[in-house]
């Protein structure tokens, strides 16, 4: 359930950004993205990953974010959001490009490269 409601709260995201920032579509998206987060990891868990001492800033401009794209400023509301998921994961973006990086070394993937390459 959780992963679905985080996809379909992307797409929902991506489509509000592909309709010139609809707040309608944007605000649908926050709230299945995070309500996805909470059947993930569960309650606690996300409770205590936004609301550490060192990632309350990234989690005060991406909530904020959050709430100022329910009032129907969504423009404004996204680059809240943006700067805040910035800073709520910068820990996590070198390990996602070192498993981006590590992907050439799957067999299929590699003669797939060598052939379009």
Request: with cysteine; hydrophobic share 60%.
């Amino acid at each position: 359930i959780g992963v679905g409601l985080v996809g379909f709260g992307l797409f929902f995201l991506l489509f509000g950004m592909l309709l010139y920032f609809d707040s309608v579509l944007l605000a649908f998206g926050n709230i299945l993205f995070l309500s996805g987060l909470v059947f993930i990891i569960g309650f606690k868990r996300t409770f205590t990953f936004f609301f550490q001492r060192p990632k309350m800033k990234g989690t005060c401009f991406f909530l904020g974010g959050v709430v100022i794209v329910l009032m129907r400023w969504p423009l404004l509301g996204m680059l809240l959001e943006a700067y805040g998921f910035i800073n709520l994961f910068r820990s996590f973006f070198p390990v996602a490009f070192g498993f981006l990086g590590s992907l050439a070394n799957i067999p299929v993937l590699s003669k797939v490269r060598g052939a379009l390459g």
